[in-house]
């Protein structure tokens, strides 16, 4: 099925169920419940985890597999950003050609930045990404202002020409559309004390995410993809060989940038609106760790990881003492404090507390991360079926 082995192709039907069915399996709890501080289904959020989910693939590409690690990949997200306002300033609204520009920039700008880059390796790599996005992070928030509106961002303008769309007449300010439809376009669905949100701007950004990531099955399972491996093995062997590997980890890069790039596109497209804050090295890290935190190597591990975090920085950043109070009300007065005291450090603007223990929790006791979480709770699971008798066996069709 779609040029894919079965496991691969039953992985990717099982991505695309949980994006067309997030809006119910992201609203558990209904609306007005104590509980609804938990639900996740709402339009902004939903687009952010599939964004950055584009975002998280893309690095895995070069980090799963090459085992190059980038600390400077914030810096294409950045110019896909810019990129794709600028052809909404100039040309059209129709999020097309907007994302397609950011991919094109993007890996012009990858492809400069990893020739340089990737002369060196380990640390030295690490380091010379990590300095050239915060070059381009300089550039942007002071130097380049009139490009890149310096410290207040790139924004639209009701004086901007849109030459396909003939500029603004109402006095207005359009919003990035798709043939006629609007990114903010929604829909509700109610469902006795459930509200379920689905918008169009989420759906397309899960559309491109799900062609990013069959593109990313592709790439793992192509001969290109077993040359990536063979370089994070063993890099002076495959040198002994006679294999220059240059030009592959070059293109391992690029591509792994123009995903970036994709993503930042996506954004501007949700909010037309780029800064330079989304160039920041700390952009770079929180991908980094979406990576590692999901599953270094894995085909939906980056996924997961980027859903993970921006959840606990979108919902438990949320949830304050007075939340707290309300649920422990029915507690004694003394101990309900002292509850609410020992939780509140950990969520609310503590909530990066919690996910620097989750991170440490996952390297120690999960290298594979939530992906290998996943593998040996179904070990588990697979242990505790009674054995088959083996005249219940029989042979497997072919």
């Known amino acids: 099925m ?9 992985l990717l039907l099982l991505v695309a169920a949980l994006t067309i069915f997030a809006p119910f399996l992201l609203n558990p709890f209904p609306e007005g419940s104590a509980m609804a501080q938990f639900n996740a289904g709402y339009p902004d959020l939903m687009q952010r985890f599939v964004i950055f989910g584009i975002f998280a ?27 794709a306002v600028w052809m909404f300033k100039l040309l059209s609204m129709n999020v097309l050609p907007a994302i397609l520009l950011a991919v094109v920039m993007s890996g012009l700008f990858a ?17 010379l990404t990590l300095a050239f996005a915060q070059m381009m992070f300089a550039l942007a928030y002071s130097v380049l202002t009139p490009i890149t509106g310096g410290e207040t961002g790139l ?34 669905l109610e469902l006795g004390a459930w509200v379920f949100t689905f918008n169009i701007g989420y759906y397309f950004c899960a559309i491109v995410m799900l062609l990013a990531f069959y593109l990313a099955i592709r790439i793992f399972r192509s001969p290109f993809g077993m040359m990536l491996r ?29 995903y970036a790039g994709l993503a930042g596109a996506l954004m501007a497209s949700m909010d037309p609106l780029a800064g330079a804050e989304r160039m920041f090295w700390t952009a770079s890290g929180e991908v980094v760790l979406m990576t590692i935190l999901g599953g270094v190597g894995t085909l939906i591990g980056p996924v997961l990881g980027a859903g993970a975090i921006k959840y ?12 707290l109070h309300g649920w422990f009300a029915f507690l004694p007065d003394g101990l309900e404090d002292f509850i609410v005291a020992v939780i509140y450090p950990f969520i609310g603007k503590g909530w990066h507390l919690t996910l620097g223990l989750i991170f440490m929790a996952v390297v120690i006791f999960l ?4 992906v290998e979480g996943g593998q040996r709770i179904a070990r588990a699971f ?11 066996k029989t042979e497997p069709a072919e």
């Open 312 to 323: 606990m920085e979108n919902i438990i950043s949320k949830i304050n003492s007075d939340i």
């Open 57 to 83: 693939i893309g690095f895995n590409i070069l980090f799963g597999l090459t085992g190059y690690l980038s600390f400077g990949h914030a810096a294409f997200l950045g110019v896909g950003s810019y990129a």
């Open 2 to 10: 779609f040029g894919l082995e079965k496991k691969d192709a039953t």
């Open 367 to 370: 290298p594979g991360g939530l």
């Open 382 to 392: 697979r242990r505790k079926k009674p054995d088959t008798p083996k005249s219940a």
């Open 111 to 127: 492809l400069l930045i990893g020739y340089i880059s990737l002369r060196r390796s380990g640390i030295y790599f690490s380091i």
């Open 230 to 258: 063979a370089i994070k093995s063993n890099q002076q062997r495959l040198n002994y060989t006679g294999l220059n590997p240059k030009p592959y980890t070059l293109a391992a890069f690029v591509i792994s940038g123009m």
């Open 155 to 188: 924004q639209l303008a009701l004086s901007d020409p849109r030459i396909l769309d003939g500029g603004t007449a109402d006095g207005n300010l359009p919003v990035p559309g798709l043939f006629g439809l609007e990114m903010r376009d929604s829909a509700q």
